[in-house]
Nanobody
Framework: QVQLMELGGGTVQAGGSLTLSCKASGYIYGSGCMVWFRQGPGKEREVVAAIRSDGRTHYADSVKGRFTVSRENAENNLYLQMNSLKPEDTAMYYC????????????????????WGQGTQVTVSS
C-alpha cells in the first residue's frame, strides 16, 4: 500500500524560505515520478514542480528560479525547496506519485495521479 506524507509547511514572511518533504512508503520511485501540487484559497489545483525517474524536471512558470524539486532515492523522499516566497504562494501543498504509465505516457506532468498525500499548509505573510 502506497502512502505519502508531506512535512515542512508553516507560516513564513514574504521573501523567506521553506523546505517541504514528502515521505513515500510502499512506492518504487525508480520507474515513476513524483509531483508537487498546490491549491490556494478559491483557486484550482495546479502543478508546482515535478521530477521523473529519468531525471527530467518540470516547474510552473510562477515558481521557476525560486523553487527546486529534488529526490532522495535511498530514503524515498521528495523535497521542494522554496525560496523568495510570495504571498501568492500561500496554499495547501500536496505531493503525488505516479505509475510508470502515468509518468511516461502522453503529456507530463499530468493533473491526476493515483497516489496522494494529505497535504501541508504553507502561508506566506506580506
Amino acid at each position: 500500500q502506497v502512502q505519502l506524507m508531506e512535512l515542512g509547511g508553516g507560516t513564513v514572511q514574504a521573501g523567506g524560505s521553506l523546505t517541504l518533504s514528502c515521505k513515500a512508503s510502499g512506492y518504487i520511485y525508480g520507474s515513476g515520478c513524483m509531483v508537487w501540487f498546490r491549491q490556494g484559497p478559491g483557486k484550482e489545483r495546479e502543478v508546482v514542480a515535478a521530477i521523473r525517474s529519468d531525471g527530467r524536471t518540470h516547474y510552473a512558470d510562477s515558481v521557476k528560479g525560486r523553487f527546486t524539486v529534488s529526490r532522495e532515492n535511498a530514503e524515498n523522499n521528495l523535497y521542494l525547496q522554496m525560496n523568495s516566497l510570495k504571498p501568492e504562494d500561500t496554499a495547501m501543498y500536496y505531493c503525488a506519485a505516479g505509475t510508470p504509465v502515468a509518468c511516461y505516457t502522453g503529456p507530463w506532468p499530468r493533473i491526476e495521479y493515483k497516489y496522494w498525500g494529505q497535504g501541508t499548509q504553507v502561508t506566506v505573510s506580506s
